[in-house]
């Protein structure tokens, strides 16, 4: 099927909901949504000297949320105070919206805690926004300790819930 440009996902605007009740609010920019894992090789030592692959430990980078400061800063601020000193951790989900404020991707991120929140220096002399960024760790968001089963997922089975967290008009 071929790409249409109103499907494709135009990094737009980001919104993060933790544990289905905590809105943070919209976010302009969100990185380190990356996996990576370590190689494990084995060498069998016969004649042909052969090396064998496999996946080893999956690796998540922390996400860092990056927007002006608005009103939903404070929300943040009241959910940094309340777990300050708690080891509690919240599902957190990542919406991507489109221009017409759909939801077009999502993803989950599995025991979430934040790692740093910082705002920038005040600077009553420039004319620029204060920038929020709020660093977040978590345990990962591929529900990696299943089996690939190739005759569960076939293309045009996923599909995208354009009613999630509020991404409606």
């Not at 927007?67 to 404070?74: P, T």
Request: with cysteine; glycine share 8%.
């Amino acid at each position: 099927m071929p790409t249409t440009f109103d499907s494709l996902a135009l990094a737009n605007r980001f919104q993060v909901v933790l544990d289905g009740e905590i809105d943070l609010g919209y976010w302009s920019t969100v990185s380190g949504l990356d996996v990576s894992w370590t190689l494990c090789e084995y060498r069998a030592g016969d004649a042909g000297n052969s090396r064998l692959f496999y996946p080893g430990a999956t690796k998540y980078s922390d996400v860092q949320l990056t927007r002006a400061a608005c009103a939903d800063s404070q929300t943040v601020q009241r959910w940094l105070s309340s777990g300050s000193l708690s080891l509690q951790k919240w599902s957190g989900t990542i919406y991507l919206g489109n221009t017409e404020a759909q939801s077009v991707m999502t993803w989950t991120l599995i025991n979430v805690m934040p790692l740093k929140w910082a705002i920038e220096k005040f600077d009553a002399n420039a004319s620029k926004v204060a920038i929020e960024t709020l660093t977040l760790v978590h345990e990962g968001f591929l529900a990696d300790d299943r089996k690939f089963d190739p005759t569960v997922l076939k293309p045009g089975d996923i599909k995208t819930d354009s009613k999630a967290a509020g991404f409606l008009a």
